[in-house]
């Protein structure tokens, strides 16, 4: 065990000697026409180097008619106080170190009825932010969780809060689902001392999914409002105008000298600051995921690789086949396989396939005035935790809103089922902290054993997922009959069914982290210095051999250097 710590200790100090924050996140959101079960679902991946999660239940509460939540000052504002609602409801959520989300250091992911919240940053125009604004997004997502029993509520309470109170964020797009729909928020501010926000939202048609991935993806706006389908802040456009981004009269966009007469207006375009880099690293994610759910539709590489007049990518297609949790478990899971741009193959894949590129993602090479960028997949090395939600309109609330748990890299990670209405988490998902490994805190084990597969990601890698397929395969298994009992129990105990489920939820969370300590243990000592051990625990007389295709590599490049005389 000694040696493992030291092991431990090294990784620790390399993961904190490259400690930078990257927002980047990515989205899925599927209605209730396109899942199997009915489920309305969504995906989030929190993409945050150096980000260390911890789950926690923020329990339901009623306060009195005065009572308030302070906001503490900052150097470009006094401190502030919002109206607590007077009464709230049960989240699942996580809660982390200062230093990510300023003093707000919580975000709600599902309550107790099913509403479901995730988001992507996608920045928008700098000079849209507004310092002066008393509310940014994990306390807007948590505040709307706690006041609302459906999606649109939510997204009615989250305007209500940035109007009365200023958005001092970047631009965000914000996923929202109940038991019947699935909705797209995506708001920004308006500048240095200015009132309200600008927002938009849009409902994934019954029967689709959509994806955004740290670019604004609501696009053209209508001329007018449509609450059940579209609806959008009254200054929108008028903003837009007034800022010279957009001129109605001759449809000109930003500072182009171009008119097109037929240019719409679109938000995107207008205020999320797209570029070929973002579109590069952003777009190439929501192609990925729409070219795996509905392969039949042969969608472009263009528009993501930056192609001259491509069309963007549609707001929400249809999927080939109806998607299970585990269909959508697997579309997170992408490094772009099997298409020109697969991570695992090429010289930058080195020599055992590796999918992960190091940030940053721009770069330059000394003498080449060209700027480049790795590929940036959903599949990320510095995710913090990801969530697969399911909300069902056929289950009580407690039995059909669940949170599919995951932390690290979500390609080797494992989801576990948590239900809506438990009353305790899993210990080893609930502690510790980023700026100490312990075994007992599942994140650690999660991320050293990843880490670990990055050294031979094409031999250690199919260990883990080996283990995680196992384990996610029963879970499904089980899931029927769990909320069959569950279900039942509610009809005449309600205690005893949220007890139940607490401790199916709480057990199979401990479940997974021990299996991780034990993967850990089993992978460190089968690969050790360049050999694979036997299972009976020895080692064979030569190492494990490079791939073919690198060693000639290798001798493209030093011919000579390694021949062995005739």
Same mark, same amino acid.
């Given at each position: ?5 030291i092991?431990?200790f090294?990784?620790?100090l ?8 990257v ?16 489920s ?19 329990p ?18 006094p401190a ?8 709230t ?20 992911c ?12 996608f920045?928008?125009?700098e ?20 006041r ?14 940035v ?26 501010g ?10 938009v939202?849009?409902?994934v048609?019954?029967g ?11 696009g053209?706006?209508?001329e ?13 456009k ?20 171009e008119?097109t ?5 679109r ?28 392969p ?5 590489s ?11 990518y ?46 940053? /993602?721009?770069?330059? &090479? !000394?003498?080449?005035?060209? $700027?480049?960028?790795?590929?940036r997949?959903?599949?990320? *090395? %510095? ?38 209405g ?12 980023i ?6 805190n ?21 260990e883990?997922?080996t ?7 029963k879970?499904?298994? /089980?899931?029927?009959? &769990? !909320?069959?009992?569950?279900t $039942?129990?509610l009809k ?5 069914? *949220? %007890?139940?489920l ?17 993967l ?5 000592t ?7 051990r ?5 080692y064979?007389?030569?190492g ?8 000639r590599?290798v001798?493209?490049?030093?011919p000579?250097?390694f021949?062995?005389?005739?």
């Amino acid at each position: 065990m000694t040696i493992l710590r030291i092991l431990c200790f090294a990784v620790l100090l390399t993961i904190l000697s490259n400690f930078s924050t990257v927002t980047a996140c990515t989205n899925i959101l599927v209605s209730k026409g396109a899942s199997t079960d009915g489920s309305v679902a969504i995906t989030y991946t929190a993409d945050a180097a150096g980000f260390y999660p911890r789950l926690e239940i923020f329990p339901a509460a009623e306060y009195p008619a005065d009572a308030v939540i302070d906001i503490p000052a900052t150097k470009d504002r006094p401190a502030g106080k919002i109206k607590q609602a007077a009464k709230t409801y049960q989240i699942l959520g996580v809660v982390w170190d200062e230093g990510h989300g300023g003093f707000w250091t919580r975000q709600g992911c599902i309550n107790e009825f099913q509403v479901a919240i995730a988001e992507t940053t996608f920045g928008g125009r700098e000079e849209l932010v507004n310092p002066q604004g008393l509310i940014n997004y994990p306390m807007m997502i948590t505040l709307a969780l706690q006041r609302s029993k459906t999606a649109r509520e939510a997204i009615a309470v989250m305007i209500q809060l940035v109007e009365e109170h200023g958005y001092n964020d970047e631009g965000e797009s914000i996923s929202v689902a109940d038991k019947e729909e699935a909705w797209v928020f995506e708001i920004v501010g308006t500048g240095q001392h200015g009132k309200g926000a600008i927002w938009v939202a849009r409902k994934v048609p019954d029967g689709e999914i959509s994806v955004h991935a740290n670019q604004a993806r609501i696009g053209e706006i209508p001329e007018k409002n449509n609450p059940n389908e579209f609806f959008f802040s009254d200054n929108i456009k008028s903003f837009a105008v007034e800022k010279g981004w957009f001129d109605p009269a001759g449809n000109k966009i930003d500072n182009k000298t171009e008119k097109t007469e037929n240019k719409k207006f679109r938000f995107d375009e207008i205020y999320g600051a797209i570029d070929a880099k973002s579109k590069r690293v952003c777009e190439s994610r929501v192609w990925s995921i729409f070219r795996r759910a509905a392969p039949s539709q042969h969608f472009s590489s263009d528009y993501h690789r930056g192609v001259p007049n491509a069309e963007p990518y549609p707001w929400s297609i249809k999927p080939d086949k109806k998607l299970s949790t585990a269909d959508v478990m697997a579309l997170m899971r992408d490094h772009f396989d099997g298409t020109e741009f697969d991570m695992t193959q090429g010289i930058d894949a080195g020599e055992y396939g590796l999918p992960r590129r190091w940030r940053p /993602l721009y770069w330059k &090479v !000394e003498g080449d005035d060209q $700027e480049y960028s790795w590929e940036r997949p959903v599949s990320t *090395q %510095q995710t913090g935790f990801s969530i697969v939600t399911q909300s069902r309109s056929e289950l009580p609330d407690w039995v059909g809103g669940v949170l599919w748990y995951g932390v690290d890299d979500n390609y080797l990670s494992c989801y576990f089922p948590l239900y809506c209405g438990i009353t305790e988490i899993p210990p080893s998902f609930a502690a510790g902290s980023i700026r100490q490994f312990s075994w007992d805190n599942a994140w650690w084990v999660f991320n050293l054993t990843a880490n670990y597969a990055n050294l031979k990601y094409s031999r250690i890698a199919p260990e883990i997922i080996t283990v995680q397929k196992k384990l996610e395969t029963k879970f499904f298994a /089980l899931q029927h009959a &769990v !909320e069959k009992t569950a279900t $039942e129990l509610l009809k005449t105990d309600k205690k005893l069914a *949220q %007890q139940y489920l607490t401790d199916y939820s709480v057990s199979q969370a401990e479940l997974v982290a021990a299996r991780w300590k034990k993967l850990a243990v089993d992978i460190f000592t089968k690969f050790n210095d360049g050999y694979i051990r036997s299972d009976d625990g020895h080692y064979p007389k030569e190492g494990d051999p490079y791939p073919e295709n690198w060693l000639r590599r290798v001798l493209r490049e030093k011919p000579e250097q390694f021949k062995l005389p005739k």
